[in-house]
DNA sequence: AGGCGCTTGTGAAGGCGTGCACAAATCGCG
DNA sequence: CGCGATTTGTGCACGCCTTCACAAGCGCCT
């Protein structure tokens, strides 16, 4: 019932390690540092400092140097990293040169807005198919494509080459979704429904939910509120405004 | 009947910490364990132990009961957590009583799925107010509210007692919106344009990055392949490309 | 050629988070 | 009323991540 997260991978054959295991917290900050190098490559910056892209990327420069080591050395001290050079590198370990396949399912309203957004295109990846299960969106043309039913999934992606899925679907559907997709080949989902998804094991799920963000951040307005306001907190128990419900 | 008060909280003021101090994730998971309530509570379960909420979050429940332990005992041995209870418990500590009002700058592509989503409403947020610079689009009515012009953010943002702005505009436009944001007396912001945002302190900030997270399965993608495919890997140096697919 | 300033790469320390394992607490039942 | 079954709450150890601080390396200037 559990997802992701493989073991500690040991050594298998003394082979060279033509791909290092970095950090998760590492892997997930190398997105944030390639839109920066993109950024300063368009300004015409040639090289930049680990203080510079830190900055550009929002975190620590200790840190940026050390995630960079992680990759190998690519610096050059009292210079600084070469941005060509670094993009190339992280948008290879990224695994970006492919230019992956993508496969929508759920063409309503949020994905609408994923199947029209330039930005996936942009950073490697190709949305090649659409699917939704509802009869009144089948055939359907949409942003040079066209919605096909959830049932040719497999076809689809063995065609196409789509290694990642991508679920917005309401939430009761998800889980079947899911299936299917993993069913079709699929070996990465991102799901924006609200619900746990189960896979099997080498299948990786990653979920956007955008409720939770904002209850997060209204749980810190809650407690800078609290810090402010008079010392003196109430219970939960008097239920005076009524509570969210679904 | 209510307290939450830490067994050990020595070395401060006299004033009862009403505000349990939680570890960030922790809080983090808080809102996943509210969803699996709220379907809990659903079926008509009455209690659930935490290794049936552990399971319906996805977590360790271990992990769980030591989140829980945090809020205080809202637990009873031998039987589990109080669904009802815990629900209260929890939407009083991430502040969902109050239901809060938010902001939306940027009713383009994706804000028109945000304006039109219901699961916001239903999880304790109101959107309250649609905000965009493009004179095409202010005046339209969009879910039953009208967009309004940013210059009106001021205004809005105190009448309507606007706590979270969600920025869901181009990059370039993103600083410049949650300045206004902030100046308008904004203290939390969702971030959707992939770029950093630059806030004083006391203003929260979480961005959400599709991209991003579309990058972080490719690279986990990639390495999967990696180790299938023939040990011998190569230098991204050599500019090759391989394409999925055809 | 040599020195100087700048920047990388990394050892080490500390903090945070996770998960195990178990004592304490509670309920149900005979 | 006591006992066993069950489940919470948590002490503890371990590993990951972050951050500091600095030696090593590089280029430039004199
Ligand atoms: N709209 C948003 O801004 C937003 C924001 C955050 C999260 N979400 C989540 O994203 C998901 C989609 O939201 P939405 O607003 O687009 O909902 P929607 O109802 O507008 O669209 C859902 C689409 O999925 C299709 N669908 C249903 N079952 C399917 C199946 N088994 N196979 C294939 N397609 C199927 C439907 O036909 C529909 O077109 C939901 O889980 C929602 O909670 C949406
Ligand atoms: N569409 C998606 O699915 C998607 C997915 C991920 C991220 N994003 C990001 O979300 C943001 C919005 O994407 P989109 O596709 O909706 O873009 P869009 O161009 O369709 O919409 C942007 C809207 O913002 C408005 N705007 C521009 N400058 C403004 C300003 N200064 N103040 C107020 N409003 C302003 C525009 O008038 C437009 O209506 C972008 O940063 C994009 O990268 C979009």
Aim: net charge negative; charged share 20%.
């Amino acid at each position: 019932m559990s997802q992701q997260r493989q073991g500690s991978t040991p050594a298998t054959t003394g082979a060279v390690p033509a791909f290092p295991d970095l950090p998760e917290a590492t892997i997930a900050r190398l997105p944030e540092y390639l839109r920066a190098l993109h950024n300063l490559a368009e300004t015409g910056s040639e090289t930049v400092s680990s203080e510079g892209l830190a900055a550009a990327a929002g975190v620590n420069s200790a840190k940026l140097r050390k995630d960079l080591s992680h990759l190998g050395s690519y610096g050059t001290r009292g210079v600084g990293y070469d941005v060509a050079l670094l993009i190339d590198q992280i948008e290879y370990i990224l695994g970006l040169d492919q230019r992956r396949a993508v496969a929508l399912v759920g063409v309503g309203n949020l994905g609408h807005a994923l199947a029209g957004y330039d930005g996936f295109a942009s950073r490697g990846f190709r949305i090649v198919a659409l699917f939704d299960a509802d009869a009144e969106q089948v055939g359907k043309p949409l942003n040079g494509l066209t919605v096909r039913h959830i049932d040719e999934l497999g076809q689809a992606v063995v065609e196409e080459g789509i290694t990642i899925g991508v679920i917005a679907t309401p939430a009761g559907a998800a889980q079947a979704v899911a299936d299917d997709l993993v069913a079709a080949g699929v070996t990465s989902i991102l799901n924006f429904a609200p619900c746990v998804l189960s896979v099997p094991a080498g299948v990786d799920v990653r979920k956007v939910d955008l409720a939770i963000e904002l209850q997060i951040l209204s749980f810190h307005e809650h407690r800078k509120a609290s810090l402010t306001a008079i010392p003196g907190g109430r219970s939960p128990e008097a239920g005076n405004q009524e509570a969210v419900g679904s």
